[in-house]
């Protein structure tokens, strides 16, 4: 069933979201469709995704994305290009999709990626959107832990090597598994209630800096915890073969639990070694 467009108040009250997070960062996150603009956006993702010379996002797409109705935003503190966020609206009723995000590795930890989220939340509420959804790598600690636990995002499919094989500096030579996540436009993003997961049974546990082997529940778990590296990235340069088997063991949990109806219904950081997600039985 379709689900109404919000009140105008609604969406006015996103876009002031939007604007005050934007002016307390002192960041200027816009709607783009001039040539040069979109040039800019192509220029600082390839930066981001260190792939010189082949640009991860051609501004020739981004010219007919815009042309479409799609938003792509580009992201300035003073008057340095500094991120971008490229999406697209799929069927009369489906969720918009936020296909690439991202800030140079300088911005990061500074809140620009909450900010930009919120921004694309106005445009979509604007737009009668009250869903997006987006992929990210499950491996990524600060990212599980930015969408579930900071933006309330649901994780609501695990996607084995969704890409295919990758060529950017950040994702090559790795298989490119990512977790679908579902964001209510809706729901309050200030207001959050995911589980920490104390009570969690281990199914992939840290050991070591090294993934046990995925243990399936026992007749009776309630809740589950799979444990995911502390950084992945740094793990990948340093013995891509661990970060390798990360991928399998976690791979192997997540088609598992999440195939037979088990829910993401947290993501937990007090571990300095390690994240945690917290599932539990349906």
């Not at 790598?137 to 933006?151: K, T």
């Not at 790795?174 to 049974?201: H, K």
């Not at 990360?246 to 829910?263: P, Q, V």
Request: glycine share 8%; charged share 20%; with cysteine.
């Amino acid at each position: 069933m379709a689900r109404l467009a919000p009140p105008r108040s609604f969406v006015l009250e996103a876009e002031h979201m939007a604007d005050a997070r934007c002016a307390d960062l002192g960041l200027d996150i816009r709607e783009v469709h001039a040539p040069e603009d979109l040039h800019t956006v192509s220029q600082v993702l390839s930066r981001i995704w260190r792939t010189p010379g082949t640009p991860i996002i051609d501004h020739a797409v981004l010219t007919a994305m815009t042309h479409a109705g799609n938003p792509v935003f580009l992201a300035r503190h003073g008057t340095e290009a500094v991120g971008a966020a490229v999406g697209f609206c799929g069927p009369a009723g489906s969720p918009f999709h936020s296909h690439i995000v991202g800030f140079l590795p300088d911005s990061a930890g500074r809140g620009f990626g909450h900010a930009i989220k919120l921004r694309q939340r106005a445009w979509c509420l604007e737009n009668g959107i009250v869903e997006m959804t987006w992929t990210y790598d499950p491996l990524v600690c600060r990212n599980a832990h930015f969408n579930i636990s900071r933006l309330g995002a649901v994780p609501i499919d695990y996607l084995p090597d969704f890409y295919g094989q990758m060529t950017d500096s950040i994702n090559a030579g790795e298989l490119s598994d990512r977790m679908l996540i579902l964001w209510d436009l809706t729901c309050d993003p200030t207001a959050r209630s995911w589980e920490t997961g104390d009570d969690a049974t281990p199914a992939v546990e840290d050991r070591g800096g090294a993934p046990t082997p995925y243990a399936p529940p026992v007749v009776g778990t309630e809740s589950l915890g799979v444990a995911v590296p502390w950084d992945i990235e740094a793990l990948r340069r340093e013995d891509p073969v661990r970060a390798h088997t990360w991928r399998l063991a976690t791979r192997e949990a997540f088609t598992d639990l999440l195939g037979n109806g088990w829910r993401i219904t947290g993501f937990s950081r007090r571990s300095p070694h390690h994240g945690q997600y917290v599932l539990r039985r349906p």
